[in-house]
């Protein structure tokens, strides 16, 4: 892992929900944080070998904290597993700066954000944005149930001058049915630019309903990945730049054997949802199996994410 860090104290961890708690990182310098926009994520650097992305979900106008909202995964890596049951208030960690690759179009003339449980994060910080400059903007959000949904009143207070934009949809509530995005999508101006995040069934009915809009009108932010990592193995790599030759065997990825040969490369989820470990590929064919690339770069197989993507040539030549 490189790149800069921050070193920050948990100033407090709130349960959010059944599964949610929420971090408040505050700078231990005391002076002020970087900057960033709505959809902005951090990561947060947990032990040597573990690092993972979490969206932001304050004001962005806030320069002396960060909040991120953190569900415990049952199948956890050790991540959300590490948050939960390790992480407390005083500790001092350390954090990335904040990159943002799901930024918010405040251009647009209506903004129609779709969140499905923890996915609820990045969007809580643009209804944050839009609301503050006085934007139009509507917001549904979905859950299991109404314990696992986070956030619910701080939403309902941003929103109270106007409750009417808030729409919520609970599973337990309508067994059998989900959030009808279709129709969301339908009922909207020509010009309205959409938002998504959430579990991987609603970002495929939300690509499915958004596939015929202009692509600069519809954004998504995934938060678990869609496809196994790659660990076939079974080709090789030419790392053109350190001139180093590396096999890949069966049951590794791209990322573990550049990690194994102490070669410097960045990564954070390694499920090739963030985009941190983005490599130029200069000959081969990759087998991409991330969700941050569009389909014409994966048609293009010019980039590869390494820390999920294996190859469907006998050797790629990397940019390292």
């Known amino acids: ?160 001058d106007d409750p009417s934009r808030i729409h919520m949809f609970f599973d337990d509530e309508n067994p059998g049915k989900y959030i009808d995005i279709p129709a969301i999508v339908a009922a909207q101006p020509d010009d309205a630019h959409f938002y998504c995040c959430g579990p991987v069934p609603m970002l495929d009915a939300y690509e499915k309903a958004t596939k015929d809009l202009p692509r600069e009108r519809v954004h998504m932010e995934y938060f678990s990945a869609k496809e196994e990592v790659a660990r076939e193995g079974g080709f090789d790599l030419v790392l053109q730049k350190s001139g180093k030759h590396i096999t890949v065997p069966p049951g590794k990825t791209i990322l573990d054997v550049l990690i194994e040969n102490k070669v410097n490369v960045s990564f954070s989820c390694s499920e090739g949802i963030c985009g941190t470990c983005e490599t130029a590929v200069i000959e081969g064919v990759p087998d991409h199996r991330d969700q941050f690339l569009t389909d014409e770069e994966k048609a293009s197989n010019k980039l590869i994410m390494v820390c999920c993507s294996g190859a469907k040539s006998a050797k790629l030549v990397l940019d390292l």
Request: with cysteine; net charge neutral; charged share 25%.
């Open 1 to 160: 892992m490189t790149g800069e860090t921050i070193d920050v104290r948990i100033n407090q961890m709130r349960y959010e929900a059944a599964t949610i708690v929420s971090l408040e990182l505050v700078p231990v310098d005391g002076g002020d944080l970087p900057a960033f926009t709505a959809g902005a994520h951090i990561d947060l650097i947990l032990t040597d070998k573990i690092r993972r992305s979490y969206s932001l979900l304050n004001d962005q106008g806030e320069r002396d904290r960060y909040v991120v909202g953190i569900h415990r995964d049952p199948d956890s890596r050790g991540g959300s597993r590490i948050v939960h049951e390790r992480l407390r208030v005083g500790q001092v960690i350390k954090i990335s700066p904040p990159v943002n690759d799901f930024p918010l179009d405040e251009s647009a003339r209506h903004i129609v954000l779709l969140a499905g449980g923890i996915g609820v994060t990045p969007i809580l910080c643009m209804l944050r944005r839009l609301q503050a400059e006085g934007k139009s903007w509507e917001l549904h959000y979905g859950a299991r149930n109404s314990t696992a949904a986070a956030f619910l009143s701080e939403i309902k207070e941003i929103a109270k």
